[in-house]
């Protein structure tokens, strides 16, 4: 393979430029009208894809396919068929059909279906998302051909996360559209919403996670008293990097770029341990696939070097979580940013009237994207004062809060504050344009100067839920407004009017505040914005009477496939801290518990040794540490015993809703409860005979 990452981007894909080279003419014209287009894809064409798509993965030394699916699980899945197909005389030939590629069948009752599907109904289908471009892997099992697939059962409901995606997708361009013809657009054919997520990792020794149960089982500690050094020194944020990590970096980015993966990014976050890697954003669903393959070969890559890769979103108690940084905006066919404020956004009418339709999305919806972006492990960052608050506020920044602020009183705005030069006080430093606006790391919502990012997502999660949140939310906005200015006499007033009004309305939404202080808690209870504190109470929001009357609207999801996703959400929380619980349990039981038994014991042998040695010794340092560890000891055992009983109980609850809150409010109390003694055990017994790896060696031995 050449060096040089201008020739070997992409070279696993089976991208546009190959399609173009290996397709007939004709082929390759009716495949793009498929995917830019949306039409219907014909069997034939089909057919002649497939085989050019074998043979050009043929080469490249596969020997399997796979239909690379999203389901609700939040990770890939995939199953591999070899290519092979018996003839006479014993042999077996490689082939590959149309329908292969277009149509996969599977067993579906072993995903999450949140009870859409009783078990013996298990038929489930993948079909092929001729939008994503398909890839070849390879690993220990050979080079597999992945086809990015969409996951539904045998009535058609969605099973996976890519689904509604693409149909959110569908609903936004549809509205906009709508909104651009009102303006003059014609020329646009289509427009995209554009998704850069920014991930968040750390990378640990392996050797030293292996060590760890917590760890291996839920992904996070469970256990573990601060070190002497956390985060403090702001040492490590855009740090240089360690040898090892960055020769893990260069691979990964090897790794990324041949699956055509724009990963540009990369420095060292605030927490010790802790880095982060962005790609170029790209359309919404290509970027949430390939969030997930730079999730998938950051783990590969971190083992091949020793490493375990952790995206969890709270790994360690007491230094910063990791996140998802969600950039989202949305662009023309013809090239054209539609939050691209331009140099007077005052005077850009279309520019406003997206803005003030974000703003109303937000406001009214801002229950359902807590919830998009909640997950077991972000219960533990949100409102942590290291990640946003659980309150969603958007964030505007200067210029934009000034264009509101006069079009709030005067019903228009006349003017656009410049962010002028930056004085360095340096004549030697080149004189710098300032943007117009300061950032603010607070807030979960951010504009970003021609985008926005959505800050809540946690680092292990899927994009697509997020997106697919935002894309229907913003659709039913804009599609408000176009009903109200399709009607309109006079557009141009009519548009003014309608931002005038939709500001006045929603302007609640928007603070550009510290979004960690108590007062903002206090203030965003004042103006009614809802602050909702965990996963578990953020899911009746997916099936809230406004969530499914949108939704249904725009097509995205069904009645039945909303209340089937809360389920599964209320699964995947009561299983994730069922897990932990137990995992607790088992540490507690056999390996802390037994560790400080034996220390106790060699303190007490010690204590008689030196009495017996020398009568009347001093032996108080002893005797008191003794005592303290008993006593902790003595706390530590019941807490576990209260755990157990816990974990108990909520099995016996129903399974959904009840079972969920009876975790969150009775079962996590009890874990606190017991890691608490045993914290402070760790600093009481001698390093040699505590049975797990340190915070202090996790995090700064990688
Ligand atoms: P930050 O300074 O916020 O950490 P980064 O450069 O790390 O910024 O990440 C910003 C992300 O936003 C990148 O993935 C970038 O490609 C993406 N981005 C930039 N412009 C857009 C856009 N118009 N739409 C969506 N994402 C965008
Ligand atoms: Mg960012």
Known sequence: ????????????????????????????????????????????????????????????????????????????????????????????????????????????????????????????????????????????????????????????????????????????????????????????????????????????????????????????TLFGAMPPKGQEMDDHYFGTLKEKVASFMKELNVELWKLGITAKTQHNEAAPAQHELAPIYDIANIATDHNQLIMECMK???????????????????????????????????????????????????????????????????????????????????????????????????????????????GVATESKQGGKLNTGVHTLPALKKDATDRNRTSPFAFTGNKFEFRTVGSSMSIADVNSVLNTIVAEALCEFADELEAAENFESAVKELIAKTVRKHERIVFSGNGYSEEWVKEAARRGLPNIASMVESIPALTSERTVRIFEKHKVLSEAELHSRAEINYEIYSKAINIEARTMVDMSAKQYIPAVIQYTTELANSINTIRQAVPGADVSVQTSMLAEISDLLVEARAAQKTLETRIEEAGKKTEGKEQGLYFRMDVVPAMEALRAPIDKLEMLVAKKDWPVPSYGDLLFEQ
């Open 1 to 220: 393979m050449s060096e040089k990452v201008t020739d070997f981007f992409g070279i696993d894909v089976f991208n546009d430029t190959v399609m173009a080279e290996r397709l007939p003419k004709k082929t390759y014209a009716a495949l793009k009208k498929t995917i830019e287009n949306g039409e219907e894809l014909d069997a034939q064409v089909a057919e002649v894809v497939a085989n050019a798509m074998k043979d050009w993965a043929i080469e490249k030394g596969a020997t399997h396919y796979s239909h690379w699916f999203q389901p609700m699980t939040g990770i890939t899945a995939e199953k591999h068929d070899a290519f092979i197909t018996p003839v006479p005389g014993g042999k077996v030939i490689m082939e590959f059909s149309g329908k292969e590629l277009i149509k996969g069948e599977s067993d579906a009752s072993s995903f999450p279906n949140g009870g859409l599907r009783a078990t013996f109904e298990a038929r489930g289908y993948t079909a092929w998302d001729c939008t994503s471009p398909a890839f070849v892997r390879e690993d220990a099992a050979g080079v597999t051909l992945c086809i990015p697939t969409a996951f539904c059962s045998y009535t058609g409901e969605a099973l996976d996360k890519k689904t509604p995606l693409l149909r959110s997708m569908e609903a936004l361009n549809v509205q906009v559209l709508r909104i651009l013809k009102l303006f003059g657009h014609e020329d646009v054919k289509s427009i995209s919403c554009s998704v850069g997520p920014e991930q968040e990792y750390f990378l640990v020794d392996r050797a030293k996670f292996l060590k760890r149960k917590d760890l291996i089982f839920t992904g996070r």
């Open 300 to 410: 590969k890559v971190a083992n091949r070097h020793g490493m375990e890769c952790l995206l969890h979103e709270k790994p360690f108690a007491g230094v910063n979580g990791s996140g998802k940084h969600n950039n989202w905006s949305m662009v023309t066919d013809t090239g054209k940013n539609l939050l691209s404020p331009g140099k007077k956004p005052h005077e850009n009418v279309e520019f406003l009237l997206f803005l003030s339709a974000i703003l109303k999305a937000v406001d009214e919806n801002a229950e359902l994207l807590r919830c998009s972006a909640s997950c077991p492990g972000n219960d533990h960052r949100l409102g942590g004062h290291e990640a946003p608050p659980a309150i969603i506020s958007v964030f505007l920044g200067e210029q934009l809060e000034d264009i509101l602020a006069q079009i709030k009183e005067n």
